[in-house]
C-alpha cells in the first residue's frame, strides 16, 4: 500500500487527473475500477474520481510497490541524462515556479516524433541536472510550455515549473491581461493602422493559414497591433503584439496586407490583390543570406495582480535577438531603438 499526501501544488485538480499523471502506464478504465472496487481511496472514503483534491487530502493505493514502479515505468521518458540541458545562455528569467527561455531558432517547442529533442526536452534535463527537479516528481506534474512558437521563429517561450504557476499563467494567456510583443522585418515600407484585423482558417492540406478581410464561415476573427520602430532601405522593423493567437498569425496576416516577413519561406511573398496596402516594389530577399524567418519573440509584459507568480508581477523580460537576426538588422542599417521611460521603444 502507498498513501500520497496532497500537497498545495497538487490541490485544485480532480482525483481522477491526479491518478492518470501518478500513474501513467494504468489506462482509465482500469482506474475507475479500482475506485469502485475501493483499491484506491480518498481519505480512507470510497471515491468516484470527480473530487477536486485538496492539501492534506490522504490517497490511499493498495497495490503492491512494484505494481505501481511498473505502471509508472511504462511511461519513463528517455533518460534525462542524455539530454543536452538548456544552458544558462538562454535563460531570460528563473526561480522556483517559472522559467522564462530565449528559444533558439531550428528548435520545436514540443516534439513532433519520438526522435526530436526539443526545447522541453532540454528544459526538463535542466531542471534535473541542476536539483531543481527529482525523477519522481514528474508524476505530479511535468513542465511544459505555456506558449509556443514556430520552430523556425526564436525568442521567448514560458516554462511554469509548478502546477498552480501552470493555472495562473494559463488564466492570464486566457484573459489576456500578459501582452507578448514580437520583432518582425518586413518588407516595404509600414504605413498601415496600428490595429489589423482579419479572419483566418487552416488549410491542412498545404498547412498554411489563409487570411481573409471579411467573415467567412469556418474563420476565426484574428486582431494584430503593428508600430513601426524603424523604416529604412524599403523595409520596416515592426513591433508587432498579438491580441489573438492562432497558427502562423503574424506571418499570414503581414503577407496578407502587403508586407512580407524577411526570409519566410512559407508567407514571404506578396499577395497583390485589392485588400492589400502599398508595400513599396522592393523585393523581400534576405540582405545576409537569412535562412529563416526575421520573427522574434521578443518581449513579455505581465499584470500586476496576485493572479500571477510572485516573482514576475508587474514585470518586463526581452530575450535578447540571436546574432543572425542582429547581422541582417545592421545590414539593412537598423538597430532597435532604445526604449523610453515608460518601456516604449
Request: hydrophobic residues 30%.
Amino acid at each position: 500500500m502507498r498513501e500520497i499526501r496532497i500537497r498545495n501544488e497538487e490541490s485544485g485538480q480532480r482525483l481522477d487527473k491526479f491518478l492518470r499523471r501518478y500513474l501513467p502506464g494504468a489506462g482509465s478504465g482500469f482506474l475507475y475500477k479500482m475506485l469502485r472496487k475501493k483499491n484506491i481511496v480518498l481519505d480512507d472514503k470510497k471515491a468516484t474520481g470527480k473530487e477536486l483534491l485538496k492539501e492534506g487530502d490522504s490517497i490511499r493505493i493498495y497495490f503492491s510497490d512494484d505494481t505501481i514502479r511498473a505502471f509508472q515505468s511504462q511511461a519513463s521518458p528517455a533518460d534525462e541524462t542524455q539530454i543536452p540541458p538548456l544552458p544558462d545562455s538562454q535563460v531570460v528569467y528563473e526561480d522556483d515556479s517559472l522559467l522564462i527561455v530565449n528559444k533558439p531558432a531550428g528548435i520545436l517547442t514540443q516534439k513532433a516524433s519520438k526522435q526530436d529533442i526539443s526545447l522541453t526536452d532540454m528544459v526538463r534535463s535542466r531542471l534535473f541536472c541542476t536539483g531543481m527537479r527529482k525523477e519522481e516528481d514528474r508524476f505530479y506534474y511535468e513542465p511544459g510550455p505555456a506558449n509556443r512558437i514556430d520552430r523556425n521563429t526564436s525568442g521567448i517561450v514560458l516554462f511554469p515549473l509548478t502546477l498552480s504557476a501552470a493555472r495562473q499563467i494559463s488564466h492570464i494567456l486566457r484573459e489576456r491581461t500578459i501582452h507578448k510583443q514580437y520583432l518582425a522585418l518586413v518588407a516595404g515600407e509600414y504605413r498601415g493602422p496600428e490595429k489589423q484585423t482579419a479572419w483566418c482558417s487552416r488549410d491542412t492540406g498545404n498547412r498554411k493559414t489563409e487570411i481573409y478581410f471579411y467573415p467567412k464561415e469556418g474563420t476565426d476573427r484574428i486582431e494584430t497591433h503593428c508600430r513601426p520602430l524603424v523604416i529604412r532601405r524599403g523595409r520596416t522593423l515592426l513591433q508587432v503584439t498579438l491580441v489573438t493567437g492562432r497558427t502562423h498569425q503574424i506571418r499570414s496576416h503581414l503577407q496578407a496586407c502587403g508586407y512580407p516577413v524577411i526570409g519566410d519561406p512559407k508567407y514571404g511573398q506578396y499577395l497583390p490583390d485589392e485588400h492589400s496596402a502599398s508595400a513599396g516594389k522592393t523585393d523581400p530577399t534576405p540582405e545576409t543570406g537569412l535562412k529563416r524567418q526575421f520573427l522574434h519573440a521578443w518581449r513579455v509584459e505581465f499584470p500586476s495582480c496576485g493572479e500571477v507568480p510572485e516573482g514576475v508581477s508587474g514585470k518586463t523580460f526581452a530575450a535578447a535577438l540571436p546574432l543572425d537576426l542582429t547581422k541582417e538588422l545592421s545590414a539593412c542599417g537598423m538597430q532597435i531603438p532604445e526604449p523610453d521611460r515608460n518601456g516604449k521603444c
